[in-house]
């Protein structure tokens, strides 16, 4: 479980968070792209569109939705179509 002062109200981690994580574990994690190609974007946006669960309301959003909404997407559909249009072959 991940601490709330690691976690962004929008949605995933802050820079905190992610200067955290990559101390504690030797990773290099990086923030969201909000718009473009880019094989992590393409990568994220296949993860998460098809992951279980729902994406809440719009008064209370779930963690997935603000991930989603983070990273530029409005829903799981639209990241999933995102992902098959880039999808290298």
Avoid: C, D
């Amino acid at each position: 479980m991940v601490k709330k002062i690691y976690q962004s109200s929008r949605g995933g981690l802050n820079q905190r968070g992610r200067n955290y994580f990559n101390r504690t574990t030797g990773s290099n994690l990086k923030a969201p792209l909000r718009r473009g190609t880019s094989p992590r974007r393409v990568s994220f946006a296949a993860r998460f569109g098809g992951m279980s669960g729902g994406m809440g309301t719009r008064a209370k959003p779930t963690r997935l939705a603000l991930a989603l909404r983070r990273w530029g997407f409005s829903s799981k559909a639209e990241a999933r179509a995102f992902a098959s249009r880039h999808r290298k072959r």
